[in-house]
């Protein structure tokens, strides 16, 4: 699992992985927004941490359908079915691997964009720290939307459209967390919310996404 | 004599062409007398005038959208665990009806919610948790239609009820959780005191039943649709074989 890990990384990282494209993408996203909405600090105040949250999510989602997609292609995945570490575990580390690559580097982007966008002080800890525990959420979830698409052709529109609902929970309690931060309100709840998600997700989605990788591999 | 015999798509055909028109006629009779009654036989509400009468869409079509999901979630289950085609094919045609139902409740709350009030959409939990609804089945209609497969896309969407629902579940609470709501609560409950008046619970009783009769009728043509659609096509498939 170890190995395998280390070699989604190491693929991510090389030219062509998809490693930047989703900081990228996030820096656009919060350059974007206060150009539509205009300047105004207090308007943009309130909905930073709403954005930030909708475009991590936005920005875990790009790199999902390659998830398994290339390694279905090349074959590798037929590979990996065959070995002796369980489906389960494959989907475990490919989804941890995922969430070194984007989830991880979209936390600590984060608070930067949030001075982009006027975040209130008190929520910028807070911010990184919700996007710390809900992000393996998101790539878990984005796990098993990328097991469900993986036969298909080009199956990135699809897969946005499996994966968004679910991930509505995430991000209802995860930017919940940073509004009541923003405004001094108590958090305990929410966040434990949120934690409780990821938990729950990288316990039984494992199963579901093996499940849909064997289909697939039918 | 059990429930599985029909399992066997041959026998699920035979009985269901034998059920099938007077579910029919029973449904379209228990519609039309429930809305009739119900738009223009029952006394108009105090302070909500005549649009009350929405009622008798709203409340049926939402509640048979929340029971089309739990079929498919069970039709799925039984795939999963005991393999019969027929049930496979019946969670497919209950998601485009269950669709519609979503549809049907929120165009309807819409219509209600404007001169009540004063709006066509509020971010309230009840209707955003059926908004996320709607896309759930969005999802899972898309995802048949676009494996080729029939039995792989049996087991896929099968396995996304799965995790939807739980989802699903999930997010009718969070959203309860993010905001306050407009809509007022159940006024149907069987274990509360105080419900909706008489004068309007037994029509709407009697559309409810309409909606149930019409869904299964529906799912009943469309799952009938499905067998012979397969059935095509293993005989176009023999055909060129030969």
């Not at chain 1, 990228?24 to 943009?44: C, E, I, S, W």
Request: net charge positive; hydrophobic share 60%; glycine share 8%.
């Amino acid at each position: 699992m170890i190995a395998l890990f280390l070699r989604d990384l190491r693929l991510a990282f090389r030219a062509g992985g998809g490693f930047g494209l989703a900081l990228a993408f996030f820096l656009l996203v919060a350059v974007l927004v206060p150009l539509g909405v205009g300047p105004k600090a207090a308007t943009l105040a309130l909905i930073a941490p709403g954005i930030l949250w909708v475009g991590a999510m936005l920005s875990c989602l790009l790199t999902l359908d390659r998830l398994f997609a290339t390694d279905f292609e090349d074959g590798s995945l037929d590979l990996l079915a065959t070995a002796p570490i369980p489906m389960e575990g494959v989907v475990l580390a490919k989804a941890a691997a995922h969430w070194v690559t984007t989830g991880l580097p979209l936390a600590l982007l984060a608070p930067v964009l949030g001075i982009l966008l006027q975040l209130p002080g008190p929520a910028f800890g807070w911010l990184t720290l919700s996007l710390l525990i809900g992000t393996p959420a998101l790539s878990m979830i984005g796990a098993f939307g990328a097991a469900l698409t993986v036969g298909i052709k080009r199956g990135g529109l699809l897969l946005s459209l499996l994966v968004l609902p679910l991930y509505v929970p995430t991000l209802i309690f995860g930017a919940e967390v940073v509004q009541r931060a923003g405004q001094g309100a108590p958090l305990q709840s929410p966040l434990l919310l949120l934690a409780g998600i990821t938990a729950g997700a990288l316990a039984l989605l494992p199963f579901a996404a093996a499940m849909a990788i064997r289909v697939n591999l039918r | 004599m059990s429930v599985w015999e029909y399992a066997n798509p041959k026998r699920f055909m035979d009985t269901s062409a034998r059920v099938l028109p007077w579910l029919a006629a029973l449904a379209a009779l228990c519609l039309i007398t429930g809305l009739i009654w119900g738009f223009f036989f029952t006394p108009d509400d105090f302070r909500q005038g005549s649009t009350v009468r929405i009622i008798y869409l709203h409340v049926p079509a939402a509640m048979m959208a929340i029971n089309a999901w739990v079929m498919m979630l069970v039709a799925s289950l039984i795939w999963l665990i005991r393999r019969h085609h027929v049930s496979a094919l019946a969670a497919r045609a209950a998601a485009p009806v269950g669709l519609t139902f979503t549809l049907i409740a929120l165009i309807t709350g819409a219509f209600w919610g404007q001169p009540m009030w004063g709006t066509w959409w509020a971010w309230d939990p009840r209707l955003t948790s059926f908004l996320i609804l709607f896309l759930f089945y969005l999802g899972y209609i898309a995802l048949w239609s676009a494996i080729e497969d029939s039995d792989a896309a049996a087991d896929l969407t099968s396995v996304l009820c799965m995790v939807g629902s739980v989802f699903a579940l999930l997010s009718r609470y969070a959203v309860n959780f993010w905001n306050q709501g407009l809509h007022q609560g159940a006024s149907l409950s069987l274990d509360k005191e105080e419900n909706v008046a008489d004068v309007f619970w037994v029509p709407l009783l009697v559309c409810i039943a309409g909606f149930v009769l019409l869904f299964v009728t529906l799912v009943l043509i469309r799952t009938r649709t499905e067998i012979r659609a397969r059935r095509l096509q293993h005989l176009l498939l023999r055909e060129r074989m030969q």
